[in-house]
């Protein structure tokens, strides 16, 4: 049998994913022998194809858009990142289980740990409710903020949120919700978690919003949010050291060694 691990990432479309260079290059750092395949599916056949792969010896897979729901609701196991998420991008199979968890929220952790920014008391405010939000309020919450505030367009959407997950994070961390429009006052760091930039929408931050930190989780894009971050000089970044740290949790559960962030960010 081959000792050569059998790795994944599936989605629709899947020719943009940067995991697979990701995987070989923490591979090689740590010298592990691994194929690192990108899948392509149709909706009506993620479920069998996951269930292939795990039946023709595949190790781990990556899931990324539109199946991370589909995925959370196929696994037998699932962490608490991944209950709080309602979503999973990390699979594994063991004595004939398939085990899900999220790794979005900890490599966000992670990558702003990397940056030198401080999480622990932070006052963390959140820009979106979707499911990007969805997946990195327990991490931050665990990483010691004490207050997150969750601002969205359709108010609804944050306070339905803030219900869902109030329950899943302890009390040391205040969670609440705010219409996008009434956001105001002073944070430690701000997170753009809404999709405007990836839309080429233009996100309107009031003028006395004040905070110390910006960290956009798109990348490779024009962001309002971060242009106006750079202008009144604020310490900013894109998301690709979230990217990076995503792969790097989902590398460790499989391979059980943790690459160190810094050294791939290069690869942007
Ligand atoms: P994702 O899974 O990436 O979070 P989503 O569930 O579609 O995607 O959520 C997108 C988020 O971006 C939502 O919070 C959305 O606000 P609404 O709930 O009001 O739709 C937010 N968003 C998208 N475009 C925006 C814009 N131009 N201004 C403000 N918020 C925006």
């Not at 858009?65 to 959370?72: L, R, S």
Request: proline letters at 3%; glycine letters at 8%; hydrophobic letters at 45%.
């Amino acid at each position: 049998m081959s000792h050569i691990k059998k790795f994944a990432v599936i989605g629709n479309p899947i020719e943009q994913s940067r995991s697979p260079e990701l995987h070989q290059a923490f591979a090689k750092k740590e010298n592990i022998s691994l194929t690192y395949d990108k899948i392509y599916a149709e909706k009506s056949e993620f479920k069998s194809m996951v269930y292939d792969f795990f039946t023709h010896h595949g190790v781990g897979m990556n899931v990324t858009v539109p199946f991370k729901e589909d995925a959370f609701a196929l696994c037998d196991v699932l962490s608490d990142r991944a209950q709080a998420a309602k979503a999973v991008n990390t699979l594994w199979s063991k004595d004939g289980l398939i085990y899900g968890d999220n790794t979005d929220g900890q490599g966000l952790v992670d990558a702003i740990h990397a940056l030198g920014w401080p999480l622990a008391h932070a006052k963390i405010l959140i820009l979106g409710a979707g499911g990007a939000t969805r997946g990195v309020v327990l991490p931050l919450a665990q990483a010691g903020a004490t207050q997150i505030v969750i601002a969205n367009r359709t108010y609804a959407r944050a306070a339905q949120l803030v219900c869902d997950l109030k329950a899943l994070i302890t009390p040391s961390t205040i969670l609440t919700a705010c219409p996008i429009d009434q956001i105001s006052g002073q944070y430690d760091l701000v997170i753009n978690a809404t999709s405007a930039s990836l839309s080429g929408d233009t996100l309107t931050l009031p003028k006395d919003l004040q905070f110390n930190y910006a960290y956009e989780m798109a990348y490779g894009k024009a962001s309002s949010f971060l242009t106006h971050a750079q202008q009144r000089g604020i310490a900013y970044s894109d998301g690709f050291g979230m990217l990076v740290g995503q792969a790097i949790v989902s590398f460790e559960i499989w391979n059980g060694c943790k690459p160190k962030l810094t050294d791939f960010l290069d690869l942007k």
